[in-house]
T-cell receptor, first 114, second 113 residues
Framework: NAGVTQTPKFQVLKTGQSMTLQCAQD?????MYWYRQDPGMGLRLIYY???????DKGEVPNGYNVSRLNKREFSLRLESAAPSQTSVYFC?????????????FGPGTRLTVT | QKEVEQNSGPLSVPEGAIASLNCTYS??????FFWYRQYSGKSPELIMS????GDKEDGRFTAQLNKASQYVSLLIRDSQPSDSATYLC?????????????FGTGTSLTVIP
């Protein structure tokens, strides 16, 4: 039972390159989230998916796209990376209401865009 | 205005003391609140959740919620050096697409042996 896994752990991109961050959970949760964390800014929601087949924008969606491939997997894509997207990215899955809406976070992807 | 605000600290307390962490939120529609602990270079891990006014205790941790004042706090009793971390406050809102969470910027706590 791995919980939430993310790949890759580290990535360096050049401006304009694209990449996809992968996230998978084995807790059978319906809802999944992508956050970015920057110094002094806290965690900010990029996109979320309340259930398989649905996605919605969060607080900072510009420059990103997401795909909820199936119930387990939720990927985040940067089509044309910019230095402002240098950040630590966390994926989370959320327990149902009966479990108080707790979120479980993956280990994070540390992305640097030069 | 930020949805969830925390004093960034740093907060230092001696070992064995009570650490008090505070958080305010802007939207009265917030439905539940969470405290996460984050060690440097690691991902956040949940400590406690609270959704009713009053106190909720779990071991050395007590969460307090005052919806009238839009205020959430976390007390850590008998603080240990292993409690040294950044503590994140989060609030849950039900939006059109589902449940969204807003996080504060975190309070850095150091427990001095």
């Amino acid at each position: 039972n791995a919980g939430v896994t993310q790949t890759p752990k580290f990535q360096v991109l050049k401006t304009g390159q694209s990449m996809t961050l992968q996230c998978a959970q084995d807790m059978n949760h319906n809802s999944m989230y992508w956050y970015r964390q920057d110094p002094g800014m806290g965690l900010r929601l990029i996109y979320y998916s309340a259930s398989e087949g649905t996605t919605d924008k969060g607080e900072v969606p510009n420059g990103y796209n997401v795909s909820r491939l199936n119930k387990r997997e939720f990927s985040l894509r940067l089509e044309s990376a910019a230095p402002s997207q240098t950040s630590v990215y966390f994926c989370a899955s959320r327990a149902p209401a009966q479990s108080s809406y707790e979120q479980y976070f993956g280990p994070g992807t540390r992305l640097t865009v030069t | 205005q930020k949805e969830v605000e925390q004093n960034s600290g740093p907060l230092s307390v001696p070992e064995g003391a009570i650490a008090s962490l505070n958080c305010t939120y802007s939207d009265r529609g917030s439905q539940s609140f969470f405290w996460y602990r984050q060690y440097s270079g690691k991902s956040p891990e949940l400590i406690m959740s609270i959704y009713s006014n009053g106190d909720k205790e779990d071991g050395r941790f007590t969460a307090q919620l005052n919806k009238a004042s839009q205020y959430v706090s976390l007390l850590i009793r008998d603080s240990q050096p292993s409690d040294s971390a950044t503590y994140l406050c989060a609030a849950r809102w039900l939006r059109w697409g589902g449940n969204q969470f807003y996080f504060g910027t975190g309070t850095s706590l150091t427990v001095i042996p």
